[in-house]
């Protein structure tokens, strides 16, 4: 059902329609009247909040009368952050895409944001430098962010090696929806496995500043999954997958309630 209301916006003193139902922007907007007479409408006024963030001055926040609870009824989960961190070759976008199968085969939605892959857009502009990597785990935390509240489960694979700045995507999210998963596998069997070559190529000296060779990863100190080998061997990618899936299931993540 379509259905058209008169507003008016006070402060500008410029009325307008908008027929897609209510869109109210974050401006002092009083509802002045509406076409169909069986509908009750209350007046309703949102408060005018300027602001200034980083260097965006006069600056507002607009909400959107579609909340992040009524998506999640929708999609019957809970939009949270998975965020995979580990050493290259650690098995990070491996689990990520058996991760985002398990969870499609069950109904649920999910979307990956794997750091190579957003090095190819995104993050083009950035290195491997300590404020490069910064940036790049920023931005991915805040995209991560918009997704989780979207409804999805969103998964994130990148080395994030700097406890502090997966700390601050952590601090980005509500309580308990940002879920750190540490690959903690060896540097020698990620060495070895050397699916890109990069490892030979750091050994050599022909990459510099390469992460677990001649720059720092910093491991979680409270990660709430970690995977590593048992008895020496890697388990496959299904079964770190389930471990991460079971999580969701007993934290309420794949229903709405
Ligand atoms: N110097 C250096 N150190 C580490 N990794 C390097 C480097 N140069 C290129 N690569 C390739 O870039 C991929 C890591 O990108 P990320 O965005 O995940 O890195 S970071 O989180 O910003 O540290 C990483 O991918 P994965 O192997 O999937 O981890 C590498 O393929
Ligand atoms: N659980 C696993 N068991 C065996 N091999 C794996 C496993 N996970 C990943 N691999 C292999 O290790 C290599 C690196 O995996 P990848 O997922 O690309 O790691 P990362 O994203 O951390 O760099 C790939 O060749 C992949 O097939």
């Known amino acids: 059902m379509s259905v058209s209301f008169q507003l008016e916006d006070r402060r500008m003193g410029s009325p307008f329609m908008d027929s897609a139902g209510l869109q109210l922007y974050a401006k002092r907007v009083y509802i002045h009247s509406c076409r169909k007479p069986n509908l009750q409408v209350t007046k309703r006024s949102l408060k005018l909040n300027m602001a200034t963030v980083g260097n965006s001055t006069n600056i507002f926040w607009h909400d959107c009368p579609v909340g992040r609870h009524e998506r999640q009824k929708l999609l019957d989960q809970k939009g949270c952050v998975v965020w995979i961190t580990g050493l290259s070759g650690s098995g990070k976008s491996t689990l990520a895409c058996s991760l985002s199968r398990e969870l499609h085969a069950k109904g649920k939605l999910s979307y990956v944001l794997d750091g190579d892959n957003l090095r190819h ?12 990597r910064t940036e790049n785990i920023r931005r991915v935390g805040e995209v991560a962010k ?8 969103c998964i994130a694979s990148l080395i994030s090696p700097y406890r502090k700045d997966r700390d601050a995507c952590r601090a980005m999210l509500p309580a308990s929806s940002f ?18 070559g990069l490892y030979k190529l750091a050994r050599a000296g022909k990459i510099k500043g390469f992460t677990g060779i001649d720059d720092p990863y910093e491991p979680p100190l409270n990660c709430e999954i970690e995977l590593s080998q048992q ?16 999580y969701l299931e007993e934290k309420g993540f794949l229903e709405y309630k």
């Open 121 to 132: 857009g995104l993050n083009k502009d950035l290195g491997f430098k300590v404020e490069d």
């Open 146 to 153: 918009l997704f989780a509240d979207a409804g999805l489960i």
């Open 179 to 196: 879920i750190e998963v540490y690959m903690n596998m060896p540097l020698e069997l990620c060495e070895e496995r050397d699916a890109k």
């Open 231 to 246: 008895d020496g061997v890697c388990p496959p990618p299904g079964t770190m997958a389930g471990r991460v899936v079971t």
